[in-house]
């Protein structure tokens, strides 16, 4: 199994500043990506960066230039650090990883339960 461990949320003023962070853990043989999406009310879900086991990254376009993604492979650990925030940041945000078991043979995604990133004066 395969679990995830986000923090990093809370009520943060516009214009500030926020560090996620989702460890995973588990039986784990590899990780081919981790990211973050975001759900606000209303609202689908919606992709706001990722990046795969080889450093690639991926910015939605409503983050690009406020958003950084990174990640360390010796603790698994993906974080996202957003920058001049905007109330409409406010929203559920989930980690997600992409990882193979030990046990098996494929891989699948893995969801963390979210964490609430409110930006509000």
């Known amino acids: 199994q395969v679990q995830l461990v986000e923090s990093g949320g809370g009520l943060v003023q516009p214009g500030g500043s926020l560090r996620l962070s989702c460890a995973a853990s588990g039986s784990i043989f590899r990780i081919n990506a981790m990211g973050w999406y975001r759900q606000a009310p209303g609202k689908q879900r919606e992709l706001v960066a990722t990046i795969t086991s080889g450093g690639t990254t991926n910015y939605a376009d409503p983050v690009k230039g406020r958003a950084t993604i990174s990640r360390d492979t010796a603790t698994n650990t993906v974080s996202l650090q957003m920058t001049r925030l905007k109330p409409e940041d406010t929203a559920v945000y989930y980690c997600?990883?992409?990882?193979?078991?030990?046990?098996?043979?494929?891989?699948?995604?893995?969801w963390g339960q979210g964490t609430q990133v409110t930006v509000s004066s």
């Open positions: 997600n990883v992409v990882a193979r078991p030990k046990s098996w043979s494929s891989s699948y995604n893995y």
